[in-house]
């Protein structure tokens, strides 16, 4: 191979190398999608009375930054989302609950436009507007771990669809007459379809 033939070679193989990379160093380092997330709980209860809440479709907003171009950070939230209580099929009033998430992810960019994650973090809820039998309470606050899984996929530039799954602890100590008599455990599984752009 002549000398002239190696530069050519070497250019296309530089270029070949500098193309994704230059792609990577153009994209922001927010992203922020928009999901439509299917709320699916656990329903586990240790107080006797066989409580459950209803499940729901909910909106979902959240905010990424990528620190490296395989680790970020993302907040994960919406709105109070109201609930109907039940005690063995029977409604006996209602909740609102706001869950924001927080999580660190590691994000896989080796496959082009797909890009899958994932991610563990800690969740806070904060129980509100909340309607229950004369004596009975929940603790208003919970605490928990969650984890997620997902994909972006590349549509166009900045712009990607997004598939999350999420399981999240929620739970809160119930009490009749001022006594603790059990646990709930709303404990959800969350599957999320959106769209998102990065900037």
């Given at each position: 191979?002549?000398?002239?033939?190696?530069?050519?070679?070497?250019?296309?193989?530089?270029?070949?190398v500098a193309a994704p990379l230059s792609a990577q160093a153009q994209?922001?380092?927010?992203?922020?999608?928009?999901?439509?997330?299917?709320?699916?709980?656990?329903?586990?209860?240790?107080?006797?009375?066989?409580?459950?809440?209803?499940?729901?479709?909910?909106?979902?907003?959240?905010?990424?930054?990528?620190?490296?171009?395989?680790?970020?950070?993302?907040?994960?939230?919406?709105?109070?989302?109201?609930?109907?209580?039940?005690?063995?099929?029977?409604?006996?009033?209602?909740?609102?609950?706001?869950?924001?998430?927080?999580?660190?992810?590691?994000?896989?960019?080796?496959?082009?436009?797909?890009?899958?994650?994932?991610?563990?973090?800690?969740?806070?809820?904060?129980?509100?507007?909340?309607?229950?039998?004369?004596?009975?309470?929940?603790?208003?606050?919970?605490?928990?771990?969650?984890?997620?899984?997902?994909?972006?996929?590349?549509?166009?530039?900045?712009?990607?669809?997004?598939?999350?799954?999420?399981?999240?602890?929620?739970?809160?100590?119930?009490?009749?007459?001022?006594?603790?008599?059990?646990?709930?455990?709303?404990?959800?599984?969350?599957?999320?379809v959106g769209v998102g752009y990065r900037f």
């Open positions: 191979m002549n000398t002239r033939s190696t530069l050519i070679a070497a250019a296309l193989a530089a270029a070949t994209e922001g380092p927010f992203l922020v999608r928009l999901r439509a997330v299917n709320l699916d709980s656990a329903n586990k209860d240790s107080t006797g009375l066989d409580l459950t809440v209803n499940n729901k479709v909910i909106p979902e907003l959240d905010v990424s930054y990528f620190f490296t171009p395989q680790i970020a950070a993302e907040l994960i939230l919406t709105y109070p989302q109201k609930h109907t209580l039940k005690a063995g099929g029977t409604e006996i009033g209602s909740l609102k609950h706001l869950p924001p998430t927080l999580t660190v992810q590691y994000h896989f960019t080796q496959l082009g436009a797909f890009k899958p994650y994932l991610g563990a973090g800690v969740n806070y809820t904060r129980f509100s507007a909340v309607k229950l039998p004369a004596g009975v309470d929940i603790e208003r606050n919970s605490f928990g771990l969650a984890v997620q899984a997902g994909l972006d996929f590349a549509v166009a530039k900045n712009v990607y669809l997004n598939f999350d799954v999420k399981k999240v602890q929620i739970r809160t100590d119930v009490s009749s007459g001022g006594a603790k008599i059990g646990t709930f455990k709303v404990d959800p599984l969350l599957v999320g």
